[in-house]
């Protein structure tokens, strides 16, 4: 059983560019979830995909957005890039709402 | 607003000794989770606990809730050098959609 895979590991980014983060479920998990964590804090809940659709958000401006595909991979998009957005980003897959999260590698962004 | 906070944030103990991470949370929920991150790496799921009174245990952790005091503790026996790492609270709220909020996580270091 594969588990929760996301790329790429590292990435360099500019103010005001644009970034997109993917991540690969665990099999048959319907649910993803994604973090921000900045270094030595806890992670940052971003928002939830559950069956395609967004169902929960954090405190994060409209320039992070996401999808979810039929698969139950998962994209997340941030905009406009700003330095404070330097940080790891961690995916998370469940079996449904509520339930164990399995967490990926994550993904290291530096913004300069 | 919720707000999950751990105390200690900070936790340095010899092998052998036993101590205790609290979880205080300050709105309703009835799903607290614990997680364990090492430097570096991403978090790995310990326990969910579901319910007031609920109690999980593996290995040298048990987890246990209490919701009407809004409190979940994290006790280790006779620590290990291996269970050095951060640990993190989290709570769900769910209203209809989902939200996860972490605690500041407590960095626990094993003493040999």
């Known amino acids: 059983e594969t588990g929760v895979t996301q790329s790429p590991t590292h990435l360099i980014k500019t103010r005001g560019q644009q970034v997109t983060l993917r991540c690969s479920s665990q099999?048959?998990?319907?649910?993803v979830s994604w973090y921000q964590q900045a270094l030595g804090q806890g992670p940052q809940f971003i928002f939830q995909y559950y069956r395609e659709e967004e169902n929960g958000r954090g405190n994060f401006p409209p320039r992070f957005s996401g999808l979810q595909f039929p698969n139950y991979s998962s994209e997340l998009n941030v905009n406009a890039l700003e330095l404070d957005d330097s940080a790891l980003y961690l995916c998370a897959s469940s079996l449904g709402q509520g339930e164990t999260q399995y967490f990926g590698p994550g993904t290291r962004l530096l913004v300069l | 607003e919720l707000k999950v906070e751990q105390n200690p944030l900070f936790l340095s103990m010899q092998e052998g000794k036993n101590y205790t991470i609290y979880c205080n949370y300050s709105?309703?929920?009835?799903?607290l989770y614990w997680y364990r991150q090492d430097p570096g790496k991403s978090l790995e799921s310990l326990f969910v606990?579901?319910?007031?009174?609920a109690v999980k245990q593996e290995g040298r952790l048990m987890a246990s809730l209490d919701t009407k005091a809004r409190l979940s503790t994290l006790h280790i026996t006779a620590a290990v050098h291996d269970l050095s790492a951060t640990y993190f609270c989290?709570?769900?709220?769910?209203?209809?959609?989902?939200?996860?909020?972490f605690g500041t996580g407590t960095r626990l270091k094993v003493l040999a």
């Open positions: 606990l579901l319910s007031n009174g």
């Open positions: 989290a709570v769900a709220l769910a209203s209809g959609t989902y939200k996860y909020i």
């Open positions: 099999s048959g998990h319907n649910t």
């Open positions: 709105t309703t929920s009835d799903r």
